[in-house]
């Protein structure tokens, strides 16, 4: 099972979605996390 870690700025949306597919459509594949760079 691989780790992916999707950063955004503030992780307010793009990072979340794409965290929440991987999650949902590779679920015995991937273990996604999201994170942001700045205090939002």
């Not at 700025?9 to 273990?31: C, M, P, W």
């Amino acid at each position: 099972m691989e780790k992916v870690l999707f950063v955004c700025v503030h992780n307010s949306a793009r990072s979340q979605i794409a965290e929440t597919y991987l999650n949902d459509f590779g679920k015995s594949l991937f273990i996604a996390e999201s994170a942001g760079i700045e205090k939002g």
